[in-house]
């Protein structure tokens, strides 16, 4: 269970506040895959950071009962840039109490860097900084997984493969989802949430939420 209580987020702005979260409260459920919805600029990608524990809230608590939550699958901000992809992998893994070797092998064969795995993070493309994130997302069985946008990284090919280890990890986790596309929503998603005017509002079905969610686009 994840739990928002009273969190506010905001941040300063040329020297005025803005506002992002208004005093939101909601509770998303371990048994649910819940969708995110909103206008550009609501707030969809800082309240998945928020659950993620990225950031913090400006005020109130977000509390995670018992659950392992991933950061947004291919975010690469919370890697280090000097350090190689390797020492990263090698660092995240301790941190989420995995084996270092495991996690390490599934990266090398998943995000296919050769050589550059051993390279400084800095000197890596954007695709490649994509690749080591959803290959070390995907290496640690979280019970909650964060998508932002990203289903697949990569060529054909390898595309094909995140979807297959992302329907395998699916078998045993729920997802969080942020998505403009309603097919994707439905697809893989039994609620959802839409974010309006620094407010979350839960909806229990998907269908409505769309509904609503096309209203605030009308």
């Given at each position: 269970m994840?739990?928002?209580d009273n969190v506010s987020k905001f941040y300063s702005v040329y020297g005025k506040r803005r506002v992002i979260l208004d005093r939101v409260n909601f509770t998303l459920r371990p048994d649910i895959n819940y969708g995110v919805m909103g206008i550009n600029g609501a707030g969809k990608s800082t309240t998945l950071r928020l659950l993620a524990g990225?950031?913090?809230?400006?005020?109130?608590?977000?509390?995670r009962s018992g659950l392992r939550v991933s950061w947004p699958i291919g975010f690469s901000g919370g890697f280090n840039s000097k350090m190689t992809g390797r020492?990263?992998?090698?660092?995240?893994?301790?941190?989420?109490?995995?084996d270092p070797r495991k996690v390490l092998e599934f990266v090398e064969d998943f995000a296919e860097l050769g050589s550059y795995l051993n390279m400084p993070v800095h000197t890596y493309s954007s695709g490649m900084g994509s690749r080591l994130a959803f290959g070390?997302?995907?290496?640690?069985?979280?019970d909650t997984y964060l998508i932002d946008e990203t289903l697949a990284v990569g060529d054909a090919r390898l595309q094909?493969?995140?979807?297959?280890?992302?329907d395998m990890r699916r078998q045993t986790a729920n997802i969080i989802l942020i998505s403009h596309s309603m097919e994707q929503i439905r697809q893989y998603c039994s609620q959802a949430i839409i974010l309006v005017n620094g407010q979350a509002i839960i909806y229990d079905k998907v269908d409505d939420a769309i509904l609503a969610y096309r209203r605030l686009n009308g």
């Open positions: 994840i739990r928002f990225v950031e913090e809230p400006s005020r109130g608590r977000i509390t020492d990263n992998v090698i660092f995240v893994s301790r941190i989420h109490g995995e070390v997302s995907m290496a640690i069985p979280f094909r493969r995140c979807k297959e280890l992302f």
